[in-house]
C-alpha cells in the first residue's frame, strides 16, 4: 500500500511559474521517469514529492496518507542526488549508517564516543543492515574509505547504499547518472534496471537523458514548461506520442517534421508528392512527423534527396539527406550495406512506411489518422 | 632525449630578471617585517650592559654579570653573578606572574573562540542557505559592521560592562567579542561553496537543521574555521588595548601583553631583558600553533573547499 500521488501540484519562483497543476499517480512497485529539458520542473516535482520544497497549491499522498506538510525525513522516501551529496567527512560505512542513526537512535545513542557503548545492541544491528546493502552493491571492501577516496562510480554506488540502507517506500533519483561518464553510465542503466527488479520497491527517476527514460522505466512521464503532457510505458511514448514536443523530444536522432497540407481532395501534399489518407479531413496545414527508421532507400522511391552527411553508429548509418521543400535535413536510417553503395553529394531515392507516419495539427496537437497503406491511384 | 632534458635544465635554471626583482622586493619586505623580532629576541638573550652599549651581536658575549637587585637584598656579590640568558628568563617568570598570564591568555581566547563559532555558524548557515525575508539586508548588515572600528564603540561597550558590574571579570574580556562579524562573513562565504544537495541529504536522513549546522557543515568546513580561528586566537591573545581598560586593578586577570608592563621603567630602571623574554615567550605559543597548523590555514585561506 505504497501508492505515491501528486494531485494539481503547483509551484512558482517569484513570478515564474514551474509547475502547472501537475498531477501525477505512482503505482507501488513502479519504474516511473520524469523526463524533460532542463528547467521543465521535473525536479521541482521530485523535490515536491521529496518534501525538500513546499508545493504552493496541491496534494502530496503516499500509501493514501495526505504528507504534503509532513517533513521530508518522515515520508520515508530516499533520495540519490546527481553530486552524490556524501558526507565527506565520514567513512563510506559512517555515510551508509547516517539514516539509520537518525531513525532509529535516540538523541543520547547519536553522541559521540559514548553513543555506540549506550546503545550497543542497536549499533550492532544497523552495522549488519549496511554490510548486508554493502554486499549487495559489491561496495564492501570500500566500507572504510571516505568519499573523496572514491572513483565516480564508486560513489554512486555508495550514495544508493545509503538510500537503500533504510528500506524506504520509494527511491527518488534526481539524474543520478549525470556525472560518470558514457561507458559506465550505460553500465549503470543496466544495474539499476536490475536493482529495481530485485528490490521490488517504486522508483522515481528524473532525468533530461530520454535514452535512460525508454531503457529503465515502466512508465515515463514527458515533462515541459511545468506540464506533463503524456504518461505512458516508453514504447507507447515513443510510437504513439501524443503531441509534437514529445516526439521531437523523444527518439534520438530526433523525428523527422515536415510542413505539409491536406487537399482539399482529402489528400495530403508532402514534399512534391500526394498521399492518401485512411479517411479524409478537411484541408488544413498540418506537421507530417516521421521517425529516421522509418524512411528506407528505395530505387522506386516516392522522394529524392542529396547526401549531405554519414552518421556511421557501426550497427546502423544515419543519412542526412537534402530534399527540396524540406526546411531540415532529413535523416533517415539505413543498414550498413545499403550505406556502402551511397556516395555523398549523390543523388538518393528513399520512401516511408506510411503506417508509422504521425501527422499533427498547427497547434502541435496529434491528429488521430494515418496514411493509407496502399495508394489508390 | 638528452636534448630534452638539456632543454628543461636550460629553463630551470634561466636567469629571469623579473622573478629576481620579486625575490628582492620579498626578501626586503621580510627583512622589515622580521627586524624587530630579531632585536626581540637578541635583547632576551644579552645582559643590560650589552643592551645599553648596543655590543655583543646577537648573543651577546654570555659574560656573567652582577645582579643588583641581588646585591641590594644584602647577598654576597659573588652569589649575584648571573648568566644572561638564565636571568632574563628566570626574572621573566619570577617577577610577574607569568604562567598566570599564560593560562588567562589561553581562557580568554579559547573562551572567545568557542563562543565565536557556536554564534557564527548558524548565522552564517542561515545567511547562506536559507531563505527568509531579508537575507540580503541582514547581509549588508554584516558587512556594514565590519567597518566598525573597535576603538569607536569601546567606551560606551566599557560604560554597559561597568554598569553590570562586570569590569574586572573573565567575563569583561570575553563578552564583547563573541559575536564576530568576520567569523559570520568568512563562515558564509565558504558555505556558499557547499553543495546544495549535501544540505538535503541531510534532511532526507532525518537531521534537523541544527543537525544540519553541527554534524555536516562543522565538519566540512574545518579549513575555514582553522583560518578564522588563527585570525581570532592571534587578535585576541595579542590584545593590548581592550584588557588593559576593563582589567584596571585585579593582576591575577592580566593577560599576557598586560604582563609585559610590569618591566616598564620605574625606579629601578628600564629592564629590557627580562621584558624581551617575557616578549618572547608570549609571541612562542603563537607561533608553534601556526607551524602546527600551517597548511590547514593556507587551505583555509584560499578557501579551496571541498569537491
Known sequence: ?377 | MSEAIQDIRATAFRFSTRAALTHIVLTLGALIVLLPFYTMISLSLKAPHEIMQQTGGFMGAQELFRDDFCVKLGNAVQDCMVNPIIYNYTTAFEKAPLLRYLLNGIVVTVSIFVIQVIVALPCAYALAKLRFWGREAVFALVLFCLLIPVHAIALPLYIMLAKLGLTNTYAALVIPWTISVFGIFLMRQFFMTVPDDLIDAARMDGMSEYGIIWQVMLPTAIPALMAFGIFSIVAHWNDYFWPRIVITGNRDLFTPPLGLREFKGDADGDNFGPMMATACIIVTPLIVCFLLAQRRFIEGITLSGMK
Open chain 1, 1 to 377: 500500500m505504497s501508492k505515491i500521488s501528486l494531485q494539481s501540484i503547483e509551484k512558482s519562483f517569484g513570478e515564474t511559474p514551474v509547475l502547472k497543476q501537475v498531477s501525477l499517480d505512482i503505482e507501488e512497485g513502479e519504474f516511473v521517469t520524469l523526463v524533460g529539458p532542463s528547467g521543465c520542473g521535473k525536479s521541482t516535482l521530485l523535490r515536491i514529492l521529496s518534501g525538500l520544497e513546499q508545493a504552493d497549491a496541491g496534494r502530496v499522498s503516499i500509501g493514501g496518507m495526505n504528507v504534503t506538510d509532513v517533513r521530508p525525513a518522515e515520508r520515508n522516501l530516499a533520495m540519490v542526488f546527481q553530486s552524490y551529496a556524501l558526507y565527506p567527512h565520514l567513512s563510506v560505512a559512517d555515510n551508509m549508517m547516517t539514516p539509520l542513526r537518525m531513525r532509529d537512535l535516540p538523541m543520547w545513542g547519536r553522541l559521540p564516543m559514548i553513543g555506540p557503548l549506550l546503545a550497543r545492541d542497536t549499533y550492532r544491528v544497523m552495522q549488519g543492515q549496511v554490510r548486508e546493502v554493502a554486499e549487495t552493491l559489491k561496495i564492501t571492501p570500500l566500507l572504510d574509505r571516505k568519499p573523496g577516496q572514491l572513483s565516480g562510480g564508486q560513489r554512486q554506488r555508495v550514495a544508493l547504499g545509503r538510500a537503500m540502507v533504510r528500506q524506504p517506500v520509494a527511491f527518488l533519483m534526481d539524474e543520478p547518472l549525470s556525472n560518470l561518464d558514457a561507458a559506465l553510465r550505460v553500465h549503470m542503466r543496466a544495474e539499476l534496471s536490475e536493482l529495481h527488479r530485485r528490490l521490488k520497491t517504486t522508483f522515481v527517476y528524473v532525468t533530461h537523458d530520454q535514452a535512460e527514460a525508454l531503457t529503465m522505466s515502466d512508465r515515463m512521464a514527458v515533462m515541459m514548461h511545468g506540464n506533463i503532457l503524456q504518461v505512458g510505458p516508453p514504447d507507447e511514448i515513443y510510437a504513439n506520442p501524443n503531441c509534437l514536443e514529445v516526439a521531437r523530444f523523444i527518439g534520438s536522432p530526433a523525428i523527422n517534421t515536415f510542413a505539409a497540407e491536406i487537399q482539399s481532395d482529402g489528400h495530403l501534399a508532402l514534399i512534391g508528392t500526394t498521399l492518401s489518407l485512411v479517411q479524409p479531413l478537411t484541408r488544413a496545414p498540418v506537421t507530417v512527423g516521421i521517425r529516421p527508421e522509418h524512411l528506407f532507400l528505395s530505387p522506386t522511391g516516392r522522394f529524392q534527396g542529396h547526401v549531405r552527411y554519414r552518421e556511421n553508429l557501426g550497427s546502423d548509418v544515419f543519412l542526412h539527406l537534402d530534399v527540396e521543400g524540406a526546411q531540415q535535413p532529413v535523416v533517415l536510417r539505413a543498414n550498413p550495406a545499403q550505406a556502402a553503395q551511397v556516395t555523398l553529394r549523390n543523388r538518393v531515392c528513399f520512401d516511408l512506411e506510411p503506417d508509422k507516419v504521425l501527422l499533427f495539427q498547427s497547434t502541435g496537437e496529434r491528429l488521430p489518422c494515418a496514411l493509407a497503406t496502399r495508394e489508390v491511384a
